[in-house]
């Protein structure tokens, strides 16, 4: 493929712009307003040849897909995204990582293990020591969040009481630290998280060459409570920032005014209980841990230390 040219003065200035608004759809889940974003991209790049740059800011909107829980959308983005880049670049190892999320929340373990494996094998590509220990430490941890969010998953399960959720959570405020609320969340995780966490590190670590093991992070098991705790609230803060943070949400320009009515009205222990209740998350405990956690901390520091990650990259950070 015929390399393209270097970007315009023009086409700098206008991606400055999109780039960051739709990276930040993938935080808020929009996918509307990703695929607006993504299309102007198209339209801005495709004219001078840049392709790789296009399928860059569509594997953005795959992931936006995937966190609004449109997986059939993202699952096809992605696998069009493996289709036409090599095994060998970033690009196809960040579809290939992200489609196995896709399939860890389907719960189709097999599929997920397969990919697993099959990015693990594409990490090798990577010459560079530190980068190929960051990203086997994104994967590794974000694949066991997802395996704790996914074991947290229960369509069987009555939802979630407010009025239960709500007295834990200032129960929990009024008694217990950060790391006792994180620890409490840590002891309500579920055996089928920690299987799941057990069988996806198995899965990566037996494809991983012996001198690679040194950078993966230590594992998780039921023992380390608190540590499970503070993984937990990582997996949740994807839902837990939409509910709370969104900046376009009304709860979220209240709380960010300091107006006493979010406490007072259980509007914080309400948006954690729709949210989760949206996804089939029936654990009280995890609920009231996630909403004290919020009403300790406060709005701005909340939304700013629980803002989601990506798995990706951006090609123009420096990092």
């Excluded at 609320?181 to 002891?187: A, Q």
Aim: glycine share 2%.
């Amino acid at each position: 493929m015929k390399k393209p040219p270097p970007l315009t003065k023009e086409q700098k200035e206008k991606l400055a712009v999109l780039a960051p608004q739709l990276k930040f759809c993938v935080k808020s889940a929009n996918l509307d307003k990703a695929k607006r974003i993504t299309g102007q991209i198209q339209e801005l790049l495709r004219p001078s040849g840049h392709e790789t740059m296009i399928l860059q800011s569509k594997n953005w909107l795959y992931e936006t897909a995937m966190e609004s829980t449109n997986l059939t959308f993202a699952k096809m983005g992605f696998e069009g995204t493996i289709q036409k880049s090599s095994p060998k670049t970033r690009l196809n190892l960040e579809a290939t990582s992200l489609l196995a999320v896709c399939y860890l929340r389907e719960q189709n373990i097999e599929k997920a293990r397969e990919l697993i494996i099959k990015a693990v094998d594409n990490i090798n590509n990577i010459k560079s020591n530190e980068r190929r220990r960051q990203f086997h430490r994104r994967l590794i941890e974000r694949l066991e969040e997802e395996s704790i969010f996914v074991g947290l998953i229960d369509k069987s399960a009555d939802p979630l009481e407010l009025a239960e959720v709500d007295k834990e959570a200032v129960k929990l405020v009024m008694t217990k630290s950060e790391n006792e609320i994180l620890t409490e969340m840590g002891n309500a995780i579920p055996r089928k998280s920690i299987d799941l966490l057990s069988d996806v590190r198995n899965t990566y670590k037996l494809r991983l060459p012996a001198p690679d093991r040194k950078f993966l992070p230590p594992p998780l098991t039921e023992d380390t409570k608190e540590e499970l705790g503070k993984r937990a609230n990582s997996a949740l803060k994807r839902v837990a920032w939409r509910a709370l943070c969104n900046p376009e949400s009304d709860i979220h320009k209240a709380w960010t005014q300091g107006l006493s009515v979010v406490y007072d009205k259980k509007y914080i222990a309400s948006a954690i209980v729709a949210s989760f209740n949206s996804f089939s998350i029936s654990a009280t405990m995890i609920a009231a841990s996630a909403a004290a956690l919020a009403i300790k901390f406060g709005a701005e520091v909340f939304c700013e230390t629980f803002t989601p990650n990506s798995m990706m990259i951006d090609r123009r950070d420096k990092n």
